[in-house]
């Protein structure tokens, strides 16, 4: 069991317009992430459905890893850029109790 993994799922809505400028800053903070202490997993998908909408799933250590991702320069750039972006943000949290992958 890993109930101690904790995932913050966050789905957005991207202004069309922006959205090319949205994927290049996202990707940046993605990158980086993954590079901090405590997070093990960040990925960014997009709807085929809705071609504007993003969703992250995030896997981090614990929810003060989460915290200390939201205190880094690389997250406060990236707000800085795309939070003009969004047009409708939506996040969850989770507590991960398994894990099933190949």
Do not use: W
């Not at 101690?4 to 959205?19: G, Q, W």
């Not at 880094?72 to 989770?94: D, L, N, P, Q, Y």
């Amino acid at each position: 069991m890993t109930a101690s993994l904790f995932v913050n799922a966050v789905d957005l809505d991207i202004a069309p317009a922006d959205f090319d400028k949205f994927i290049a800053a996202i990707k940046v903070n993605a990158a980086a992430s993954v590079k901090e202490p405590g997070c093990r997993q960040f990925d960014v998908m997009v709807s085929v459905n809705q071609p504007h909408h993003v969703f992250l799933y995030e896997v981090y250590d614990n929810a003060a890893a989460l915290d200390s991702h939201r205190a880094t320069a690389h997250f406060k750039t990236f707000i800085a850029t795309a939070s003009s972006m969004i047009v409708k943000r939506e996040a969850r949290t989770f507590s991960i109790v398994v894990t099933n992958k190949k």
